[in-house]
């Protein structure tokens, strides 16, 4: 083998290509290139002029490198009061799971550039996307704070109504293949139709989960600027605070892809074949532009419109979206046994 073939072989080794090609390095991409769209397009929409001073002719990306640079830099305050190990680990933990699920989300059917068998791998990804919102209310528990302590309540109550609407809209596609691998509900899609057309109420229903599990607008109500200060982060400075507030971008771009295989069809219209570039680049290439454009459209949402209420947007959840998910469970097993996938 040359060296290339080496080099190749270890970038593309799904657990190193998967966690820190992708988990990483793609995702810290994406996160900063939504960040300025999501600027720019607020500020088009909402005719805020500030953006359109910091260097037009650049786009104003140097502003947004200013603030990644302020993040990286600034320094880290810890108050006497906190619970200093909670208090430094849980947004560390909390970034890394955000991200863990993609480790589980195939980007190709080609068994050779994937040996570990994952027939349990909706269930595995669900599983663990549940796992980090844990770490921020102990964040906001471990800062002694009243504001953080609110903001992490409130976050508990997102977190018991977004859970299971998410797992049972995300589950409707495996009601209707009958399997639980991501590559069985891609092919299932090639043959037929993507599920966002079979079953768009589970698809609907699972998209504003995600806003919710995120924080994303118009479910920005751990945060709360206006009422708990910046909620479970209030006492956090520098790159923690960056920590806390990039996971949930992190997070929403795992739950992106989870979409994009589960509902859009994965690396369909695109078959792998043989060799690295077509039997894997090409294939995950397809899936990351798909959860990018489900990226944009969750930031799009910050622009149009305003934050919800915490008892409206727990209504709406157990009185409007949970039943869609039952719905669109419902569609799923009907779907598989009237044998359309």
Do not use: C
């Amino acid at each position: 083998m040359s060296l290339v073939e080496v080099l190749a072989s270890i970038v593309f080794y799904p657990p190193i290509y998967q966690l820190v090609i992708v988990g990483l390095i793609v995702t810290l991409g994406v996160v900063i290139i939504i960040l300025w769209f999501e600027r720019k397009a607020t500020a088009r929409v909402q005719r805020r002029l500030g953006p359109y001073h910091v260097a037009p002719k650049l786009a104003g990306m140097p502003q947004l490198l200013a603030d990644l640079l302020r993040y990286a830099f600034q320094e880290i305050i810890i108050p006497r009061t906190v619970d200093r190990g909670v208090f430094i680990t849980a947004p560390i933990i909390a970034t890394v799971l955000s991200i863990l699920p993609i480790a589980v989300v195939p980007f190709t059917s080609i068994p050779d550039y994937w040996p570990i068998p994952m027939d349990y791998s909706v269930l595995v990804a669900l599983a663990i996307s549940t796992v980090s919102p844990i770490f921020l209310v102990l964040a906001g528990w471990a800062s002694n704070n009243k504001f953080s302590i609110i903001g992490g309540v409130r976050e508990a109550f997102i977190i018991t109504a977004y859970e299971l609407i998410a797992i049972l809209s995300i589950l409707s596609v495996s009601a209707a293949t009958l399997s639980f691998n991501f590559i069985d509900i891609v092919n299932a899609q090639m043959n037929t139709a993507w599920f966002i057309i079979l079953n768009p109420i589970a698809f609907m229903a699972a998209f504003l989960a995600v806003l919710m599990s995120t924080s994303g607008f118009p479910f920005e109500i751990p945060e709360s600027e206006n009422e708990v200060v910046a909620g479970p982060f209030t006492e956090y400075s520098g790159i923690l605070y960056g920590l806390n507030m990039g996971a949930a971008y992190m997070k929403r771009f795992a739950f992106s892809i989870i979409l994009a295989v589960a509902f859009l069809g994965g690396w369909s219209p695109l078959t792998p074949g043989e060799g690295i570039l077509y039997g894997y680049l090409l294939p995950s290439i397809v899936v990351i532009i798909k959860a990018f454009i489900l990226m944009m459209v969750f930031s799009f949402l910050r622009s149009v419109y305003g934050r919800y209420r915490l008892d409206q947007a727990l209504q709406g959840a157990w009185r409007l979206v949970f039943p869609m998910a039952l719905i669109g469970f419902g569609i799923g097993i009907i779907e598989a046994y009237l044998g359309l996938t």
